[in-house]
């Protein structure tokens, strides 16, 4: 099918990382730069990066994605103030590359280095230091937008300010974000040493990362929740700071490609591996793995940033049906109740939790960006009725202690949560919609999210 803009749609069948949301829409795949100057016709439509969203925030059944990935190139680079200037489309890997041949890289990174910088800004996401380092939007120091009917903007927290802090965050709904100005940090030296320290009940491990948040570059949790007998929460507090020169390997480390991930080949298997049983290995096998950090494994600063690129198996063990992820910030006085409340639900319909991690988080709350005070907990099991009952115990008991479910690593998350979490979640469709009366801007999350 050719399109008015000259650029062919082709019939596609998405789906979303965690394989929550299936459908048939149309996918662009423009690689000239005349596509964003021309004019771009009405259709509805949004954008897509690398598609690893686990919720479906890049497509719509029948609607058009346009896709980023061809444009990804490094565009400009100022020495002096470590900005970078790149097309949306790059895979944060790539960029790692060419910031780290300088001595610098972005602390704000989610784990898998083949996401785009275009998701990054677009779900405002978090890395391994939220407290210190905030979210992606903090190391954004310009976008440029297309919007069909506004033409190119260029968007900073001084220039419009108020249309960059809806589009960082704004889940692709103000338009195509085609470039971005990222602030870099220096890297000390490419190598950081990992620490396992072993806890033994989650309040414990809550109460560690306070403050390895202040003192460790990156900090975060693994919780043992496969079975809800004894040892239920107990874990590692995972710690991460740059190594110092004497400790450092004389080397550099080599960087290869990171490996490919997409939610069609997460899929490959027809069933999936993860039951109550074989959780209870996987759980064990990562406990005999951390024996190598209990007294420090200095690893590449890439492999500290992407941790998932060696694991990624890990996803395709959930087969075709996938898996659902509940990841939420609750009060640090409302984190242990929490706690509690899923280990009294798993002892009632005991559930696999594959996964179960948290990290320390700060800020204030703003429109329908995942940030705030409290700690972040994130869950995974397998996809199915039982992991469906159990999101919906979690919405109503996260809704009692005053948490925030994060909207972009949950496919089936209903609208009327987010409406009771979000108190900005009005204010965010209405500078919407006075930014974009005709809303061309849809996804499978802004209709279910009536965004
Ligand atoms: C293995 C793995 C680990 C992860 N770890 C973390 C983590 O630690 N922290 C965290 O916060 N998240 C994490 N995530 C979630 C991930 O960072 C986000 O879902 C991110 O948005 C995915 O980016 P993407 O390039 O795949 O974008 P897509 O999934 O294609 O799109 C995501 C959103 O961004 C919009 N978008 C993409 N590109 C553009 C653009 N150029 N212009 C406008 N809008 C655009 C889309 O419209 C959509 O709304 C992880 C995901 C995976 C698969």
Known sequence: MQSRDGVPQAVHDFVSFDGGVRARGYLQQPDRYRFWRGVIDETPRISRGAGLSYAGASFLADGLSVSHRWFDRVLDFDTGRSVVE????ITLYALHRFLSA???????????????????????????????????INQVEEVTLVHPAHGTLQLSPQRDGELFRLTCGGYGLTGHIVRARLRACAAPIPWVEIRAAPFSSAEQGFNCLREAARNADFSYTWHDMSTAGAGFGEGFLIQGTFVSQDRAPATTPGLSEAPVLSADGRARLPVSLLNRLSTRMLNFFYRWQQRFARNGEVVALAD????????????????AAGFREYQAILPHAAATNYVDAIHGYLREKPLPITLSSAKFFAGSRDLLRYTGDGISLALNMPAGADADMFMAFLDQRMIELGGIPNIIKDSRLPRAVVDVCYPEADRFREALRAFDSKRLFRSDLSERLKL
């Open 102 to 136: 300088r001595g610098l890289y972005l602390p704000v990174q989610p784990g898998h280095g083949r996401i785009s910088v275009g998701g990054c800004i677009a779900a405002d996401v978090h890395g391994k230091n939220q407290t210190r380092d905030g979210t992606f």
């Open 86 to 89: 790149v097309e949306t489309g």
């Open 304 to 319: 500290a940033l992407f941790p998932t690129h060696k694991a990624q198996a890990y996803f395709q063990f959930f087969g």
